[in-house]
């Protein structure tokens, strides 16, 4: 839970990180723009924004744990 309190405070913001948790869960962008009463593709583009985020962190050595970017 350290991780997600760093990201939350210097990198993601907090819709940024519910949208790539939500994603990543399985949820479609679909689903979670009615959800969250936005257009799919703004969820689409907030998701691919924390994802390269993520991956710029992961690749920095941020996380002792790996990360699938597999997807």
């Excluded at 479609?28 to 994802?51: C, F, P, Q, V, W």
């Amino acid at each position: 839970m350290d991780q997600i309190k760093i990201l939350m405070e210097t990198q993601l913001t907090e819709r940024e990180l519910i949208i790539f948790l939500l994603v990543e869960s399985g949820m479609s962008y679909r689903d979670l723009g009615k959800r969250l009463m936005t257009n799919h593709s703004n969820i689409l583009r907030a998701y691919e924004n924390a994802k390269s985020k993520m991956d710029k962190m992961a690749d920095g050595g941020m996380f002792s744990t790996a990360i699938n970017k597999g997807k």
